[in-house]
Structure formats: C-alpha cells, structure tokens
C-alpha cells in the first residue's frame, strides 16, 4: 500500500474562492448565498434540483454534468463521484505531481464546497418504512464532504446555512477565506458525517426489512448528536456542560420551546426529562395528572378532573420537598393551574401548551421557566439509554414496559377491589420513575408516599411512610396518609420485612414485580394480614 502524498503546507493565509459547487437538500438562503458568490466573481457548479434553483432565480451555473462529462444517472444516485470532482476537491494546489495530474486531465480546483445531506433523521422521525429511509442516505454528500475537509488547507466546505452570511463577509473582507475558518468549517463537517453516519446505524442495527427486530448492538457504536447550547455549569458551578440534541425525534426536554424564563441549567434538563418521561405515561386522553419532581425522583403525583385539583394533590404528598422543584403536566396549562403551580417556588413547568392566560400568569414569574414541547413522547417508543462510566458506555434498551390491568396476577386469597386496582396501576407507573429501590404509596389516585434511592428496601417504604406522616401533620390531619392506601414496589420483596413495613403503614393491596425465591414466605405475611397482592412480572429498576 502506497503511502498518500503530503502538502508541502498548510495552505494559504487566505484561499482565494473562484470556483464553487453547490448541492444542497435543506435550501434555506441558497438563492441569496448564491448570489452573493456570484457577485464575488465565483463560478458555480452544481446539481439536480439545486441547479434549477438557481436558474429559476437568474444565477448563472454550470450543471454538474458538464464537468464530469457524464450525466447524472440512476434517479440522480450517482452524479458527483467522479475523478473530475473528486480531484478538484483533493488536490494539493502546492504539490507539483498533483497539479500536473490537473492538467493533464483538465481537473479545475473546487475551492468551495457547498453541501447539506439528505434528511435521514427527519425521514425517520416521519415513521418511514425501511426502503423510504434506506432511500434517504446520501452517499456523494459525504464523500464530497470528507473531500474537502480534509483538505482544509485549500477547500473551504460549509455544510450549515447558519453559516453563509459569515462565509461571504470574510470572503469581501479577506479576499478568501482564512486559514482558521477553513479548519474550524471542516471539523464541524467531519463532526456531521460521523453523526449522519451514527444515526444510520443505529437504524440498521434495529430495522430488518423496516421492522422492528430484536436490538442488535454494533461492534463499534456512535453517537450521533448536535450542540444546541452551553449550559451556565454542570451539577456543579465546577464542571462544565452542553446540551446536545439527538435529531429530530419527537417531543422531549431538549427540543422544548424555552417561552420564558432564565437559561437551563443542567440540573432544570435532567429533571425536566424525568419529568416529562413520568407524565407521558398518562395520555392526554385520560385524567389531568400534574407530576413534581425533585432530583430527578418524583416527590408528588396525582391525577383528578383538573390540573389545579391535581396539583393540589400531588403537593399535599410532600409540600416541603416541592419547593423549588419541576412541574409537568399531560395536557395544555390553564389559568387556574397556572395560578396554583406559581403559588410555590417552582424551576420549571413543562407541559404540551399553555393557553393566553396561563403565559400571562406565568410571565409575572420572570425567573420560572416555562418548557413547551408540543405534544407528549410516546413511552411505548424504543430507543437507547446510554450512560458514561469511566472509560466506555453503557448502553441499553430504553424501559419501555408497560403494565395494564390484563397484566396483574392475583396471588393472595383476598383479591384487590376496583379502587384499589386502579391505584395499584397508577402506583407502579410511578414507581418506574422513581429511584431504586423504590416504594410508592397511592390512594385516590394520588401518591402519598414515596420513598427513593434507598439500598434497603425496607428503608424505602420506612422513609415514604415517615413522609407521609409529616404531610398528613403539615395538613393539619390525625391519620397518616398511608391508611388505606396502595403500595407499589419497582422489585420484588426480597424478604416479608419491607411487606410488613408497608402493612404497619397501612396499606391494603401491594402491586410487586414478584419472582423472589421467599415470594411464598411474602405471600404468606400478606395472607395473614388480609391484604391483597398482585404481580406483574415486570421489574422496574431506575438507576
């Protein structure tokens, strides 16, 4: 294998721009950069429906074909890889062999490269079947792209209409385009193939003939992400941090409209997607519930016929720990939850949509923010969850198990009533989106317990029947909140002791993945105290 030849240097200070080609799918300012190219004295190449149009709009370019003296073919899949535009773009203007080999061939230096790619992410997002999206991956964009990054000391290669405007100023100023905007366009156009890439093999690591298959894992796994901002610090004001943005996916807290209020924090982001993931279990079809979350761990949930009704109830689980927390609801915010949700310090409310009047109640908190995302994500949708350790990636499967009422086994000799069913199932939903280990008490639709991130389980159910107490007293109430409650658990009880916590809290049914080998001896306590237990079969370990 021959050893590629080097550039005798960096380049110029400043690459002169007098030949241009232009192939882009998003043509957002096309006409105007390119008009503003063509007033510089540059000369444009360029293909298909973008040659048309920059005709259609009076600019003078050479169609693409001209150059290769070849015409595009196969539906316009093969047009540009070609030796005529390849070499243009990766030649050495300072190295003698290659530019003999230019004019030996009449290859003409491309000193700008003007190309976004085909919407892969976007063609997905819009629930296309597999041959759709397959169609939608471009192949001469990011070998045309590569091309001239990498041969950044003489191509200039702008793949972001963002970045038009500064491109032509530095061009009228400079003459051309520096030696350091040139480096800096070319590592922002390697950062997009490499995420154009990842995206599509993630894809094809979970499609086989455009359905779903079981998750395959590559052999090498990329991150395909974009920088949306900086954030003000990290978890803490010593650690910086950015928020990255995972392409067009669907209602989320990273892609939420900011209607008002400070920047987000990474802390507000974290919480504000617990959040969010919590409440889309709740379909905007079914009651008004409102979540509160605190450290990414919910400290109150309720649902009722309206959201300020079920804010009252979800605060009156853990009124202390709601200071200053996250709100997210599961449908539009009206006047009158906005009046109850402002009532307490809150970070951030994220919520579908907010009608005239909630904006209105919430614009006279200049500081709380105010997340919209349009719709609620589907928490049936797969996907990956990845976390960092120190040297590698953990990556999996997102939980997206779901438990219905088909789902419970009754396994004690009394059976759950109908009320206690339905809070059974509203507690173990919440339950999946509390910290492990978890236990979650329910009455009426509404927590009143929850106790999170404990490494005993017991001490979980302890510490959520210990809050409860200290609500039902900060409500002016003799009876703990737990009597006659619901309890869920995100495990199963690994002895009859957090059982027996639960029960001396009052509880009267219990909803558990089950699958201990003392789940007799579990089942026994419960028997003996007349309750009632179901499994699900599904554990819900949150990390």
């Known amino acids: 294998m021959s050893v590629p030849s080097a550039a005798t240097s960096s380049g110029p200070d400043h690459a002169p721009i007098r030949k241009a080609l232009i192939s882009v799918s998003d043509k957002t300012g096309l006409t105007e950069f390119a008009a503003g190219l063509a007033a510089a004295g540059v000369e444009i190449t360029s293909t298909g429906g973008t040659a048309r149009t920059l ?15 070849f015409p595009e073919i196969m539906d316009g899949r093969v047009k540009t890889l070609h030796p005529m535009i390849h070499g243009g773009l990766l030649a050495h203007r300072d190295n003698p062999v290659h530019a003999a080999a230019m004019a030996d061939h009449g290859i003409a230096g491309i000193d700008l490269l003007v190309v976004n790619l085909y919407p892969f992410a976007q063609t997905l997002a819009g629930g296309a ?38 491109v032509l100023n530095e061009i009228a100023a400079q003459g ?22 990842a995206t599509i093999a993630d894809w094809y690591a979970g499609e086989i003939d455009g359905e779903t298959a079981e998750r395959q894992f590559p052999e090498r796994f990329g991150l395909p992400a974009r920088l949306k901002s900086t954030l003000r610090y990290g978890e803490n004001p010593h650690q910086a941090a950015a928020l990255y943005v995972t392409g067009a996916q669907g209602p989320s807290a990273a892609a939420a409209d900011l209607i008002q209020g400070k920047a987000l924090s990474f802390n507000n982001l974290n919480d504000a997607d617990a959040a969010l993931a919590l409440i889309a279990e709740f379909a905007t079809g079914e009651a008004a519930t409102l979540a509160i979350i605190k450290h990414a761990n919910p400290c109150g949930v309720a649902c009722a016929d309206t959201l300020a009704a079920a804010h009252q109830a979800a605060l009156a689980c853990d009124p202390v720990s709601a200071f200053g927390g996250i709100v997210a609801v599961n449908r539009p915010l009206d006047a009158a ?21 909630a904006r209105t109640i919430f614009s006279k908190k200049p500081n709380l923010r105010l997340l919209l995302t349009g719709a609620l994500p589907d928490p049936r ?10 040297g590698g990636l953990l990556v999996q499967t997102r939980d997206n198990g779901m438990t219905g009422p088909g789902d ?34 329910v009455r009426d639709g509404a927590t009143v317990g929850i106790g999170a991130g404990q490494m005993s389980r017991v001490d979980s159910a302890r510490i959520a029947a210990a809050k409860a107490e200290d609500a039902a007293r900060a409500a002016g109430l003799d009876t703990p909140l737990t009597r006659g409650s619901v309890v869920a658990s995100d495990a199963f009880f690994p002895f009859a002791d957090g059982l027996m916590a639960a029960i001396e809290a009052g509880a009267t049914a219990v909803i558990q993945p089950g699958g201990s080998i003392r789940d007799d001896e579990v089942i026994a306590a419960a028997d003996k105290a007349g309750i009632a237990m179901v499994f699900t079969g599904m554990r819900h370990f949150r990390h």
């Open 176 to 197: 051309g385009i520096g030696r350091d905007t040139r480096r800096a366009l070319a590592a922002r156009a390697f950062a997009l193939t490499a995420a154009y890439d």
């Open 55 to 69: 005709k259609e709009a009076g600019i003078a370019v050479t169609d693409v074909s001209a150059v290769t003296g």
């Open 381 to 390: 949708a797969t996907g990956l969850d990845v976390r960092t350790i120190s």
């Open 337 to 357: 939850a906005a009046s109850a949700i402002t009532a307490l310090f809150t970070e951030v409310v994220i919520a579908p949509d907010a009608d005239a009047e």
């Open 129 to 166: 079947d597999y041959f759709t999206a397959n169609e939608n991956i471009d192949i001469g964009g990011p070998a045309m792209i590569r091309a001239a990054a990498k041969n950044a000391a003489f191509v200039t290669v702008v793949t972001d209409p963002g970045d038009y405007d500064a």
């Open 408 to 441: 419970l086994k009754v396994v004690t000799r009394r059976p759950p009533s109908e009320r206690e069913r339905a809070d059974m199932l509203f507690a173990f939903t919440v339950a999946k989106h509390v910290k492990s280990n978890a236990i979650v008490y």
